[in-house]
C-alpha cells in the first residue's frame, strides 16, 4: 500500500493496455474501470492520488464522474478527450478537472500533467510561488523577475496570483474571471486578454514569445 | 375625371418614358411618297454619325441602283443578306439574328413597312426592328406616309390604291423621332420624269394616276399632320410627365362597339381617327351573348378587328350579356366614355312585331349623357347568309315518322269517342316532340307527314288525298306553318340549352384540372397531366417546354412525342423569352406549325405551352380560347407549387446529405483516434519507459500496435468496400470457404481486441461449404460480431451458429444484450444508422458495419435479416445471414 494509486478510466482496453506498464514503471499502482459505475467504485473504495478519466463511457457521461467525485474528494483528475471537442473540455474543467491531455498523446505528455496535478494537490497557499526566475510574494504582495521587483496592479497580481496557484495546470477562462473579477463576469474573456497581455509585458522575456504565462485556444491559460 | 383637378404627373406619361430606358431609340424617316429622298437622308445623316465615331451598320438599304445613294451607302459597314428559300428561289431578307448578334450601336433599316418573305422569323419588318430595339439598338429606319395602319383608308380614298403594306399606329407612336423627308411636288414629278425615281409597289406604279400633283399635295399634308400631331402629342406627353399645368385634353373617352361584320373594321379605323382628332383614349369592346356561338368567318372577322383596334391603341375588352345596349352603357358609364361610336346595323328585324329594332336605334334612344356617333355603311350590306339548321343523323327521320304513326294510331282510336277537330291536335304533339327532342329537320318532316297522315285518315273523303273543302286547305297550311314555327323555336331552345351544357362541362372541366394537378407531387407529373388535359379540352396535340440550362427542352407532351422542328423551337424560345404568344395564328414566326404560349407564375417565367396547328388550319374559337388561357394559367401555377415544392425537397435532402457527412466525418475521425491513440501512446511507452519495462510488457505493447494497425486496416477496409458498393464495383472472389472457419476467427480476433463478452460458437461436424469471397464474408460477418461487443454490454453472451439449408448456408449471431430498439430496426441495414450505447464521444462507430454486411450479402445473392425479438427470445440482437449454395455445392 505505500505505493499510489492511479486509477485509469477508460472503455477502450487499447488504452488501459499500454497505460498500465507505464504507470507501473513510473512506480504507481493501476487501478482499471471500463465504465463509469466502475470508476466512483473505486474512487471511492481504492484511495487513489490521481485520476486518468475517459470523458467517453458506454454508462454514463464522464463530465458526471467528474462532478460525483468532486461531491467528495478534491482528488486530481486528468481527462483524457478528443482534440475537436474544446467546448467540453471546458465543460470537464470548470466541473472540476485538473487538466486535460488530448487524444491521441504521447505517454510523456500524460506523466508531466499527471505529475503537475498531483504537486498542486500538495501545494499549500501562503509564502513564495515560484517558477523560473519569477517569484511570487503572496503575503507581501511582491513580485520578482530575475530578483528585480515588478510593479504590479490588484488586479494583475490577482490573475497571476490565480495562475500561480494552478502552476502546471491549465486554468478555464471562466475560472480566471470568477476567482478575480466575481461570477458576474464569467463572460468578459476580453478583461482578461487585456491582463494577461500586460502580465506578458511585465514578466515575459519576449511577450511575442510567451513561455511562462502560455494561451490554451478557447480554454484558458497555462503557468509553466 | 380626377386627372384633371391638379396638375400632376400622369403615371400613363410616367411609363411611357421609363419603358423607353434600356431600348434603343428609333429615328423615323417619313416621306409622303417614293422618290423624296427619305433613304438618301438616312444616309446622310448615318455618315455624320459615323464621322461623330459611333458604331453604324446597315442592316438593310435598297438603292435601287441609284448611283449617290450607292456612293453613300460604299464607306459604311454592310450586313450580309440572309437567304431565305421560298418557293424553290432564294429570296433576301434583312438578316435579324446577325444584326443581334453582331450588336451595332446603331443599325439601319429601310422600308420600315417592308412585309417579310415567309420562312423568317417575323412576317413584317418592323416586328424585327422592334426586337432590335429590346435588344438596346438604336434603329433609324424609313417609311412612307400611306403606311401608316389608320390611314389606310384615306389614302385608298385619296389615290384609290389599296396599300397592303400597313405598321400599326402603335409602333410609329414609340418612334423617339420623326425626321419629315419632304419635297416640293413638282420637284418630285421632275425627278419621276428623269427616272430618278423607283416605284417599288407595283399596285403604284400600275395606277398611272398616283404621282398626279393633286395627291402628292393630299399625301404631302398627311404627312405633315401626321408629324405635327405628333408634335402635339410629344409636348403633351411631356406637360403631362412634368405636371406642367397647360392646356390638358378634353378628356374625351371613346368607345368602339363592335360586332361580327365587315364593318367592324372600319368602325375600329373611324374610331381610331376619331380618337386622334379628339385626343382621346379609345376603348373597342364586343359583347358575346351567352349561349350563342359565332360561326367561324364571323368569329374571325371580329377577331381581326380587335386586334386591330389593339395594334392602333385601343384598350379592348370582351363584354358578355343578353342584353346588348344594357351592357353597353353600363361599360361606358363605368368608364367614363364620353363618346359612343356604333355602326348602323345593317339586318335590323324591324319587320318583326318583338323587335326592338337595331343596335344603333337601341342605343340613341338609352344613351344619356353620351354622345352616340352613328357610322353609316358606304354600300349596302350584303344580306346575312341564311344558314340553315343542322341535318342531325338520319336515325332522326324514322323516329319523326314514328311520332307520327303513332299520333295517327292513336287519333284512329280516339275518332270513336270524341269529334274529329280535336285529332289536329294530337298531330301537332307529333311535331312538337320530335322538335323539342330531335332537331327542326326531322320536325318539318313530321309536319308534313302528319299533313298527309291526317289528310289521308281524317279528312273526307278519308282513304283519299284529296281535300274537299278549301277552307281545310287553308287549315291546312296553317297547321304547317304553326308546326315550322314550334319547331323553330324549340330547336333554337335546344340549342342553347345545348351551349349552356357545353359551358358547364367546360367549366368543370378546369375544376377538374385545376383539382387534378393541384394533387399532384411534382413537376414532371403536373406537366404530363397538363399535356393530356390540355390535349383532350382542345383536341390538339399540346407539348409544354421547360428551361433547361440555356435551351428550351421538352418536358411533357400529349401524344407523347419528343421532337419538334426548328422552327416550332425557335417560336417557343421567342415566346419564352418575350412573353409572348407565338408561331401560329400570331405574328411572331405564323409559319410555323405550332402556337405557343408563356407560362408565368408571379414574376416568373416557368416555360411555354404549345399547341399543333391542325390539318385544316382552322384557328382556336373565343371559347377554346378562353379556355387555353384559363388552362396554361393553371398549368403554370401548378407548375410553379410545385417547382417550389421541389426545391424545398432539394434544400431538405441537402441539408440532411450535409448532415450526414458530418456524421460520417464525426464518426470516422473517432474511430480513427482510438486505435491511433493506442499505437502513439504504445510506441511512445517503449521509446520513454522501453529500459524500465520487462520483456513481456514491451512485447504486449508492440502487439497492442500491431492490433490496432490491423483494427485501422480494417475500418480503411470497410471504408473502401462501402464505396466500392456503392459505386458498384465491388469484386467478388469466390472460393469454397468454411463458414465455421470464419466465425472462430472472427470470435478469436474480437477477444484479442479485448472483448469481454462470452462467446460460443456452435458448428455442425462436417465443414460448412460456401461458395463465397472469403475476405468481405469474414469482414460482412465480422461487423455484426463487432455490433455485438460494442452494444451487448460487457457481460453478455454472443452465440454463433452455422448450419446448411437445403438450399444454402444459414449463419445466426445471437447476443443477450439490449438489443435493438423499436425505433431503429427499420433502418438497422442503412448507412450512418448509428446507436448510441455511450455518452459524450457519440457512438462507436461509423454506423457502416451493418450497411456494408448487408452490401456483401446482397453481393453474394444472400440475405441478412435482424430477427424479432419473442417470448423465446426476449432480450438481444439476433441476426441470421443467409448465402445461397453456390453451383457444383458439396451435397
Known sequence: MSLPTILVVDDEIAIHRFLRPVLTAEGYRVVQAMTGTDA???AAGEDPAAIVLDLGLPDFDGKEVIQRIRKVSQVPIVVLSARDREAEKVRALDL??????????????????????????????????????????????????????????????????????????????????????GSANEGNTQYLRVYVGQLRQKLEDDPAAPRLILTEPGIGYRLV | MTKDDAPRASPDALLAEASREGRGRLRLFLGAAPGVGKTYAMLQAARAAKAAGRDVLVGIVETHGRADTEAMVADLEILPRARIPYRGRLVSEFDLEAALARRPSLLLVDEYAHSNVEGSRHPKRWQDVADCLRAGIDVWTTMNVQHVESLNDVVQRITGVRVRETVPDTTLRTADEIVLVDLPSDELIRRLAEGKVYVEDTATRATQNFFKPSNLTAL????????????????????????????????????????????????????????????????????????????????????????????????????????????????????????????????????????KGSLADAMVRRARGVSVLVLTEDREAAWRRWTLPEMGSWTAYPAAAASVAAATLLGTQLVRFVPLPNVSMLYLLAVLVPAILIGVWPAVLASFLSFGAYNFFFIDPAGTFTIARPHELLALAVFLIIAVTISAVAGQAREQMRASARRTRAARRLYEFTRTLSAL????????????????????????????????????????????????????????????????????????????????????????????????????????????????????????????????????????????RNILLASISHDFRTPLASILGSATALIDYGERLDDEARRDLLAGVRDEARHLDQMVRNLLSMTRLEAGALEINRDWIDVGEILNRIVESARRRGATQGFAVDLPEEPILAHADGTLLDQALGNIVGNAVRHAGPNARVMLSARRSPDGVTVEIDDDGPGVPDGLRPQVFEKFTRHRTSGADGGDSAGLGLAITKGIVEAHGGTVELLPNDPARPRGAAFRVHLPAGEGAPA
Not at chain 1, 105 to 132: C, Y
Not at chain 2, 283 to 295: H, S, Y
Not at chain 2, 309 to 333: C, M, N, W, Y
Not at chain 2, 600 to 610: I, M, T, Y
Request: with cysteine; net charge negative.
Open chain 1, 40 to 42: 466512483l467504485k473505486l
Open chain 1, 96 to 181: 472540476g478537472a485538473d487538466d486535460y491531455v488530448e487524444k491521441p498523446f504521447g505517454v510523456g505528455e500524460l506523466m508531466a500533467r499527471l505529475r503537475a496535478a498531483m504537486r498542486h494537490a500538495k501545494a499549500t497557499g501562503g509564502g513564495v510561488l515560484v517558477s523560473g526566475d519569477v517569484s511570487v510574494d503572496v503575503a507581501a504582495h511582491v513580485v520578482r523577475k530575475g530578483g528585480r521587483e515588478v510593479r504590479l496592479t490588484r488586479r494583475e497580481f490577482d490573475v497571476l496570483l490565480a495562475l500561480f496557484r494552478n502552476a502546471g495546470r491549465v486554468v478555464t477562462h471562466t475560472h480566471l474571471l470568477r476567482e478575480v473579477w
Open chain 2, 220 to 355: 404631302r399634308e398627311l404627312a405633315l399632320r401626321q408629324v405635327a400631331s405628333r408634335v402635339d402629342s410629344d409636348l403633351l406627353e411631356r406637360m403631362q410627365g412634368g405636371a406642367i399645368e397647360g392646356p390638358w385634353a378634353a378628356g374625351e373617352r371613346l368607345l368602339v362597339c363592335l360586332g361580327p361584320d365587315d364593318a367592324a373594321e372600319r368602325l375600329v379605323r373611324e374610331g381610331k381617327r376619331l380618337a386622334d382628332l379628339l385626343g382621346a383614349h379609345w376603348f373597342a369592346v364586343t359583347i358575346e351573348r351567352p349561349g350563342v356561338t359565332l360561326d367561324g368567318p364571323a368569329a374571325a372577322k371580329l377577331d381581326v378587328a380587335m386586334q386591330l383596334a389593339k395594334s392602333l391603341g385601343a384598350e379592348t375588352q370582351s363584354l358578355v350579356g343578353s342584353d346588348l345596349p344594357t351592357e353597353i352603357l353600363r361599360f361606358a358609364r363605368f368608364e367614363n366614355v364620353t363618346q359612343i361610336v356604333v355602326g348602323r346595323a345593317r339586318v335590323g328585324r324591324a319587320w318583326l312585331p318583338w323587335s
Open chain 2, 521 to 660: 407531387p411534382d413537376a414532371n407529373a403536373v406537366l404530363e397531366a397538363a399535356a393530356s388535359e390540355i390535349n383532350a379540352a382542345l383536341g390538339r396535340a399540346a407539348v409544354i417546354l421547360r428551361p433547361e440550362g440555356a435551351d428550351l427542352e421538352i418536358a411533357a407532351a400529349w401524344p407523347p412525342d419528343d421532337r419538334l422542328d426548328v422552327p416550332a423551337r425557335t417560336a417557343a424560345r421567342w415566346s419564352f423569352e418575350h412573353g409572348e404568344a407565338a408561331g401560329a395564328g400570331t405574328q411572331t414566326l405564323p409559319s410555323s406549325g405550332w402556337f405557343f404560349t408563356p407560362l408565368d407564375v408571379a414574376d416568373q417565367r416557368v416555360g411555354v405551352l404549345g399547341l399543333e396547328r391542325p390539318g385544316d388550319n382552322a384557328p382556336l374559337d373565343a371559347e377554346a380560347r378562353a379556355l387555353l388561357a384559363a388552362l396554361a394559367e393553371q398549368t403554370a401555377a401548378a407548375l410553379g407549387r410545385a417547382l417550389l415544392s421541389t426545391e424545398v425537397r432539394a434544400a431538405r435532402t441537402a441539408a440532411e446529405t450535409e448532415r450526414v
